[in-house]
Each structure stands twice: as C-alpha cells, then as structure tokens.
Nanobody, 121 residues
Framework: QVQLVESGGGLVQPGGSLRLSCVAS????????MGWYRQAPGKQRELVAT???????NYADSAKGRFTISRDNAKNTVYLQMNSLKPEDTAVYYC???????????????WGQGTPVTVSS
C-alpha cells in the first residue's frame, strides 16, 4: 500500500509563509499527477493546486499568485510553497497522487493523512 506522508504544516501569522512537503513512501513504478487539497472546518475538501508528471500546473483562484506547487520525481515528493498566508487559508491540507505500482496496473489515486495549517495572529 502506498503511503503519502505530509509535513510542514503549523501555526503562522497572517502574511507569513509555509512550505508543505509530501513524500510517497515505498517502491513505486510511476507517479502521474500530484496535488494539494484542503478542507476547512465545516467545508468540503477543495482543490488548491495540481502538477502533472510533465510539470504542468493548475491552481485554484485563491492560490494563484501566492502558492507554488513543485515536484521532485527522484524523491517521489511534491511541495507546496505558500506565501502571503491569510486566515482563510486555515485548513487541513491533503496530498494526493496518482500512482502506478507496476507496469500492468492502472494509475490509482492515494491520499495522505493531512497536515493542519493555521493562520492566525
């Protein structure tokens, strides 16, 4: 079973920055698209940003200009650099990855356990 392990969340003041990391742990044949989603209390999980294996990126309007998604394929890792954080960015941030475990299985989506981000003074 693939495990996605997120790190980097925490408490930050408005205007501050955080860098989230998510590493896929175990031998993996191939990783397709990777992404970050978030879920605020009482709200549905929403897309923050995605990145394809070819480094094409897509951002939610709320993230454009402030957040940057990137990946290191050699490390099976995806990052989310978050700048100019606002209180409304407070949420649990989840990593998602489309993973192929071997050459004959299709890609399957996996989720991490989430890392909390709190933006507050």
């Amino acid at each position: 079973q693939v495990q996605l392990v997120e790190s980097g969340g925490g408490l930050v003041q408005p205007g501050g920055s955080l860098r989230l990391s998510c590493v896929a742990s175990r031998n993996i044949y191939s990783i397709g698209a990777m992404g970050w989603y978030r879920q605020a209390p009482g709200k549905q999980r929403e897309l923050v940003a995605t990145i394809t294996s070819g480094d094409n990126t897509n951002y939610a309007d709320s993230a454009k200009g402030r957040f940057t998604i990137s990946r290191d394929n050699a490390k099976n890792t995806v990052y989310l650099q978050m700048n100019s954080l606002k209180p409304e960015d407070t949420a649990v941030y989840y990593c998602n990855a489309d993973v192929k475990l071997n050459g004959w299985l299709p890609f399957r989506g996996y989720w991490g356990q989430g890392t909390p981000v709190t933006v507050s003074s």
